[in-house]
């Protein structure tokens, strides 16, 4: 009987939506290794933890401390470790947040175990058999980690979350970790209230066609009707139009959203990479020759100058229906 | 102030990825490889440094096969004083033997900093960086992508979803780099001609396997292309419909 711990991740005092996903896999896991699923949250008290045994929590380990309200790399990672060593321990999940792809190499280096990150899939099969999307999602490894215990980071998105019925019981634990070797000292709020596109269930992705950084004026206006993030092809972050947080593809950020807009983007093997995974994808481009009508499930030829402003307003009518 | 940069060989973002015989690696022939994308920030980063010091050390290190020396001679056209070859045929999937042999290596060589990519392009691990500072003790802050450093103590900035986080720390320190940090510069001709005399050791790295074995490496699934459902703005009402009645997404 081994278990497996969930790091679950919470912003601002808010439980992000990845820890159930983070749930969901961690309990399949258990289930096959027999043992329990052990949540971990650490963060400021007075963390809403009722429901998590809905998402298959046997029991959630709150460390709430004030000093640890946000991600504080070194203190993080050893209570996570303390958590992984004082118990028979087949797996440590985490997100593959942006906190998370910090803090899963720390935890599998404190316990000098196997690392498979950002994953698409987690389950078990005599051992954790785990698929991996690589090369910017032009290949795909399956993988089988042959030693326990190991750390698995799970892409956002990628994973529907499952009800279940576990107890869910809340335990304190203890957050005496020493002093942390580098620390948080402030967290800036972003420039724009926008939503992150790696988070976001709708992204409007702007590339060349747009002619000028001014022009993405269109996007924002689609994304806000929708309540998504605007992108960026490689091409216009180089170009300095936008920011390169907002960069999507091999060398940006690979994205899996409900909805994918790609407006004036033609379509670079690099950019297809990181949009594979969006459930739909639409492509407006006025070359109806352009490699993103091979991938887009619908699309318009046309001058995107024209389409979006209508396409925009349509959107809205509906909305307000 | 001495300074190490950990880069890495991998396949050109723009290459086709064609999957080997063994259906468990790629087939790297005719693949154009580059200096990993991010560590190009890194090495970027470790040279604005040393010219701000007025004096140091950037030494360039890699483990791979001795197809890597091209890569870390890359670095030394940039304007790294010296290389370091971990020479391995064989690259784990786990990036643990790989931040091993890393941590061996740069334990006793008195760096100020050790500065990474933030992710390596080919597997997209995000592991070897954070893990040797890990191995090592040392502070670590990852994707960064503003930097001061300031007497002996590092102020860095990593962008998470919704904001930044401001994360101060004392040298020596671990760093991994995110595109933004700085623009990189090319190698010129002059820089390619100098990086053939600096020195590049060649030390043999003896690699574990850890733990995580590579059951099948294959293509994602296709996606199909759909339809066009018109041209120009007339066209927009069908896609609306469609994308509310067909695609259920809106």
Same mark, same amino acid.
């Given at each position: 009987?081994?278990?497996?711990?969930?790091?679950?991740?919470?912003?601002?005092?808010?439980?992000?939506?990845?820890?159930?996903?983070?749930?969901?896999?961690?309990?399949?896991?258990?289930?096959?290794?027999?043992?329990?699923?052990?949540?971990?949250?650490?963060?400021?008290?007075?963390?809403?933890?009722?429901?998590?045994?809905?998402?298959?929590?046997?029991?959630?380990?709150?460390?709430?401390?004030?000093?640890?309200?946000?991600?504080?790399?070194?203190?993080?990672?050893?209570?996570?470790?303390?958590?992984?060593?004082? @118990?028979?321990?087949?797996?440590?999940? $985490? =997100? +593959?947040?942006?906190?998370?792809? &910090?803090?899963?190499? #720390?935890?599998? /280096?404190?316990?000098?175990?196997?690392?498979?990150?950002?994953?698409?899939?987690?389950?078990?099969?005599?051992?954790?058999?785990?698929?991996?999307?690589?090369?910017?999602?032009?290949?795909?490894?399956?993988?089988?980690?042959?030693?326990?215990?190991?750390?698995?980071?799970?892409?956002?998105?990628?994973?529907?979350?499952?009800?279940?019925?576990?107890?869910?019981?809340?335990?304190?634990?203890?957050?005496?970790?020493?002093?942390?070797?580098?620390?948080?000292?402030?967290?800036?709020?972003?420039?724009?209230?926008?939503?992150?596109?790696?988070?976001?269930?709708?992204?409007?992705?702007?590339?060349?066609?747009?002619?000028?950084?001014?022009?993405?004026?269109?996007?924002?206006?689609? @994304?806000?009707?929708?309540?998504?993030? $605007? =992108? +960026?092809?490689?091409?216009?972050? &180089?170009?300095?139009? #936008?920011?390169? /947080?907002?960069?999507?593809?091999?060398?940006?950020?690979?994205?899996?959203?409900?909805?994918?807009?790609?407006?004036?983007?033609?379509?670079?093997?690099?950019?297809?990479?990181?949009?594979?995974?969006?459930?739909?994808?639409?492509?407006?481009?006025?070359?109806?020759?352009?490699?993103?009508?091979?991938?887009?499930?619908?699309?318009?030829?046309?001058?995107?100058?024209?389409?979006?402003?209508?396409?925009?307003?349509?959107?809205?009518?509906?909305?307000?229906? | 102030?001495?300074?190490?940069?950990?880069?890495?060989?991998?396949?050109?973002?723009?290459?086709?990825?064609?999957?080997?015989?063994?259906?468990?690696?790629?087939?790297?022939?005719?693949?154009?490889?580059?200096?990993?994308?991010?560590?190009?920030?890194?090495?970027?980063?470790?040279?604005?440094?040393?010219?701000?010091?007025?004096?140091?050390?950037?030494?360039?290190?890699?483990?791979?096969?001795?197809?890597?020396?091209?890569?870390?001679?890359?670095?030394?056209?940039?304007?790294?004083?010296?290389?370091?070859?971990?020479?391995?045929?064989?690259?784990?999937?786990?990036?643990?033997?790989?931040?091993?042999?890393?941590?061996?290596?740069?334990?006793?060589?008195?760096?100020?900093?050790?500065?990474?990519?933030?992710?390596?392009?080919?597997?997209?691990?995000?592991?070897?960086?954070?893990?040797?500072?890990?191995?090592?003790?040392?502070?670590?802050?990852?994707?960064?992508?503003?930097?001061?450093?300031?007497?002996?103590?590092?102020?860095?900035?990593?962008?998470?979803?919704?904001?930044?986080?401001?994360?101060?720390?004392?040298?020596?320190?671990?760093?991994?780099?995110?595109?933004?940090?700085?623009?990189?510069?090319?190698?010129?001709?002059?820089?390619?001609?100098?990086?053939?005399?600096?020195?590049?050791?060649?030390?043999?790295?003896?690699?574990?396997?850890?733990?995580?074995?590579?059951?099948?490496?294959?293509?994602?699934?296709?996606?199909?292309?759909?339809?066009?459902?018109?041209?120009?703005?007339?066209?927009?009402?069908?896609?609306?419909?469609?994308?509310?009645?067909?695609?259920?997404?809106?």
């Amino acid at each position: 009987m081994a278990n497996v711990i969930a790091v679950l991740e919470q912003r601002g005092g808010t439980l992000k939506r990845v820890s159930h996903e983070v749930l969901t896999v961690a309990r399949g896991l258990a289930d096959g290794f027999g043992g329990e699923v052990h949540a971990l949250l650490v963060g400021a008290p007075g963390i809403e933890t009722d429901g998590l045994g809905g998402f298959g929590a046997d029991k959630v380990f709150v460390v709430a401390d004030d000093a640890l309200a946000n991600y504080q790399a070194d203190q993080y990672a050893a209570v996570a470790a303390g958590q992984a060593g004082a @118990a028979d321990c087949a797996a440590v999940i $985490v =997100g +593959a947040t942006a906190m998370g792809k &910090d803090l899963a190499p #720390r935890i599998a /280096a404190k316990l000098a175990c196997p690392l498979a990150t950002d994953v698409t899939s987690a389950t078990y099969d005599g051992g954790i058999v785990a698929v991996r999307p690589v090369y910017g999602g032009k290949a795909v490894y399956t993988l089988k980690i042959t030693s326990t215990p190991c750390v698995v980071s799970i892409r956002p998105n990628a994973i529907a979350p499952k009800q279940s019925d576990k107890a869910g019981v809340v335990e304190a634990a203890s957050a005496d970790v020493g002093a942390p070797r580098a620390q948080t000292v402030e967290i800036k709020a972003p420039e724009s209230e926008a939503l992150d596109v790696a988070e976001a269930s709708v992204v409007v992705g702007g590339g060349r066609g747009l002619k000028e950084a001014e022009h993405f004026k269109l996007l924002e206006d689609l @994304a806000g009707a929708l309540g998504g993030a $605007v =992108g +960026a092809s490689r091409a216009v972050v &180089d170009a300095g139009w #936008r920011p390169h /947080a907002e960069q999507v593809g091999q060398t940006g950020k690979v994205v899996s959203p409900n909805l994918y807009f790609a407006v004036g983007i033609s379509g670079a093997i690099q950019h297809l990479a990181g949009i594979r995974t969006a459930k739909t994808i639409v492509a407006i481009n006025k070359d109806p020759d352009a490699p993103i009508f091979k991938v887009a499930d619908y699309g318009i030829v046309g001058d995107l100058f024209e389409v979006m402003p209508k396409l925009t307003e349509e959107i809205k009518k509906i909305r307000e229906a | 102030m001495k300074i190490a940069v950990c880069v890495k060989r991998v396949p050109d973002s723009e290459a086709r990825i064609k999957i080997g015989a063994d259906a468990k690696s790629i087939d790297e022939s005719g693949v154009k490889f580059v200096l990993n994308p991010y560590d190009e920030y890194a090495v970027e980063e470790a040279l604005k440094l040393k010219e701000a010091a007025g004096s140091g050390e950037v030494i360039a290190i890699s483990v791979g096969s001795d197809s890597s020396l091209e890569t870390i001679r890359t670095a030394l056209a940039m304007g790294a004083d010296g290389g370091v070859l971990l020479k391995s045929d064989a690259m784990p999937i786990d990036p643990l033997p790989v931040a091993q042999a890393l941590a061996a290596e740069l334990k006793d060589g008195a760096y100020d900093l050790i500065v990474f990519g933030k992710v390596a392009i080919d597997d997209y691990s995000h592991g070897v960086g954070v893990m040797v500072a890990e191995l090592l003790g040392l502070p670590c802050v990852s994707a960064i992508a503003a930097l001061e450093i300031v007497e002996g103590k590092g102020k860095a900035e990593r962008e998470v979803e919704g904001g930044v986080e401001v994360v101060e720390f004392s040298l020596p320190a671990v760093l991994t780099a995110e595109k933004g940090l700085n623009d990189p510069r090319y190698p010129a001709l002059r820089g390619i001609m100098m990086a053939k005399k600096k020195p590049l050791e060649v030390k043999d790295a003896d690699l574990g396997a850890g733990g995580i074995e590579v059951v099948g490496l294959a293509y994602p699934p296709e996606r199909q292309a759909g339809r066009i459902v018109g041209e120009g703005v007339d066209a927009v009402p069908a896609l609306v419909d469609a994308l509310r009645n067909e695609a259920k997404v809106l």
